[in-house]
């Protein structure tokens, strides 16, 4: 009898050069995917395990241009169902689901698509190059941002297949709405050399939703933003967050730029990026930072570099960390105070609510509510969250000094 097979993750990115092809992303394994969370939204109710197989091999590559996709299952074996009277999991259409038409399933077929890499261009205007150091390639690497319109010929076809790497890495992710006119598509490029020919290799992205704010503004939100793993901790997830802002920037409607239900390596990035540039500001000076929150950074963060009030509030607070002394006991006791103060509002509000408790219930039903609301507890949470944060923020600061 064949029973279930254990789902193994594998994934392997090619970036070879001296490879006779055009850079591949490769994505194979025993079975398909990334992570588990991924597994069990393809296999809902099987969750970790594709039933009915043995060898199970699901081959699905993406060249690195134009993301021509082959995708095709392998198995050494599989339960019949006129003997063993169970039907095996049909791994194959969950994969179609996901994957767009198009794809092709023979290595020849493939190869073929990849001899045409060379013939592949960015989609859109550029809108911001930069170089990073390789030390595997001992050179700088040349990147662009790209901002795609979907009237680019090619381009839908192209953020289909884009797309499916959401489901291969984000947890959440879903697919969005292209005929929606409201989208903006940033995407990052590998710029490379192959035989004196220029290719380009598919880095990451980034959707924004432009929400209308009545009664003439927008509000851009990032939406998707994902930086292949290959890339990752490279600077190009900055990189594309800066230059989204700036982009934004220059435009005299738009509010400011926000994001839906950011990730926390989302808000570690965004973070660096807008200290990086709020940093710049007059009213971010040293001096003015350790002066307390103003109204006039609030102005000129939303002015000058379209961050909203929150935003501001916690630059403001990266900044002065670094601009504090945090030896000196009484300074770092007034930063303490300062970012408590606002961190206090959520508890503050706890205890209106008792105050209003006390005038409405009877003392049986007031012991067990102040049981859950318990004062000392409420102390040590603040703190908690104190700790949690100046951590938080202490790795930014370490970061602005990098950059
Ligand atoms: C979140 C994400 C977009 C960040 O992109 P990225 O290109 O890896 O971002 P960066 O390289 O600019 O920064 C990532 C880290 O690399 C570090 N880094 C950047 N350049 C570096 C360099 N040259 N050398 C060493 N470290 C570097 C940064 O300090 C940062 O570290 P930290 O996370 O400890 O602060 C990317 O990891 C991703 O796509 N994740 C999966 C999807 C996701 O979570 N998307 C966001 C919500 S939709």
Known sequence: MVSGTSVSIYLEFLKDKSADL???????????????SVI??????????????KGLQILLYYSAGSLSTMFRVHY????????????????????REIIPPGFCQG?????????????????????????????EAGEEITYQIHKAELTCPGFREYHERLQTFLMWFIETAS????????????????????????????????????YYVYPDKTRPRVSQMLVL????????????????????????????VTAEDPSENFVRLRDFVLAKLCQNLPCFSPEKLLEGFSQEMVTEAQQKLKINKQHARRIYEILRL???????????????????????????KN???????????????????????????????????YQELVSDYRRTVERLAQA
């Open 175 to 210: 697919y969005i709405d292209v005929d929606d006119e409201r989208w903006d598509y940033f995407l990052v490029f590998e710029k490379y050399n192959k035989d004196g020919t220029t290719l380009f290799a598919t880095v990451g992205y980034m959707t924004v939703y432009n």
């Open 322 to 348: 670094r601009a504090t002394d945090m030896s000196d006991p009484e300074k770092s006791r007034a930063y303490r105070l300062e970012v408590k103060k606002r961190l206090v509002g959520p508890y503050k």
């Open 107 to 135: 290595t020849d077929d493939f190869v073929s698509l990849l001899e045409k890499e060379v013939n592949f261009k960015p989609f859109g205007p550029i809108i911001h190059t930069y170089t990073v150091y390789s030390e």
């Open 76 to 95: 050494t074996s599989k339960v019949d169902e006129k003997f063993e009277g169970v039907q095996a999991d049909d791994v194959e259409s969950k994969i």
């Open 229 to 256: 793993p290959p890339y990752q901790g490279e600077g190009h997830g900055a990189q594309m967050l800066e230059t989204v802002h700036r982009y934004y920037v220059s435009s005299p409607n738009i509010l400011d």
């Open 351 to 385: 205890q209106r609510e008792m105050a209003k408790m006390r005038r409405c219930l009877n003392p049986e039903e007031l012991t067990n509510q102040m049981n859950q609301i318990d004062l000392k507890t409420q102390h040590e949470q603040l703190e908690e969250s």
């Open 40 to 53: 069990g939204k393809i296999f809902s109710s099987y969750s970790e395990v594709a039933f009915g197989y």
């Open 22 to 36: 055009p850079y591949l992303y490769l994505l194979w394994g025993s079975i398909h995917c990334i992570s588990l």
